[in-house]
């Protein structure tokens, strides 16, 4: 008995995957707006009936994978988070994982566009901007608390205008398509020297650098 519910739960896995992987596909090729959901269907390979006991539409379809990708996401910053016992360190080897996982996992990358153009419709955009806001501003005080920032700078906004800074460098390295990690590496290096301490700056740009160099060419 057990074995028959783990083994449909398996199927009804795998048909949800396929449901997703499909989308991401359709979206990706002919973008969210030209693709309607008898496309998502035959593309997935499943019936009306798979499809509706997962999801109730498009847009839900479009909702799981923006969590999916957030979730993605907040694993680069788990995965950082092991790397140094430095808030600010593990922030900065995090936006540069971030960024190759945009640029190398297409769920990620889709689901980071419709986060973008979908915060209107649903509101699993609108949640994972929040989500990551929280997590820049809880690396950034403590950053704070382990004398990383400059004592006049408030860690709460320091934390919002390093993300808003990154938000930045991936919107616009999108829209004109020049190179995202050397755009990163650059606000990197006017972020540090505004709100790291003084004593710390010279670290942290040898860090950037350092980092930088395992994404792609450094920024000139």
Known sequence: MAGDVVARQARAEMTRGKIIDAAVDLFEAVGYGDTDLTAIIKRAGVTKGAFYYHFEGKDQVADAIIDE??????Q??????????????????ATFEVARL????????IGNLLAQSLSQIGDAGTRAYVDFTAVFIDHAKSAAAQGDLRTDVVPEEAGEAIWVAVLGCHLLSDA????????????WRVLIVGVVAEESVTFFEDFLVRTAAQYGPAPG
Do not use: E
Not at 84 to 93: D, E, H, N, T
Not at 102 to 109: P, Q, S, Y
């Open 102 to 109: 945009m640029r190398t996992d297409r769920l990620v990358g």
């Open 69 to 74: 990708g957030k979730v993605r996401l907040q």
């Open 76 to 93: 680069a910053f788990v995965n950082a988070d092991r790397f140094s016992s430095s808030a600010l360190q593990c922030l900065v080897v």
């Open 176 to 187: 004109i398509g020049d190179d995202l990690f050397a755009r990163l590496a650059r606000a």
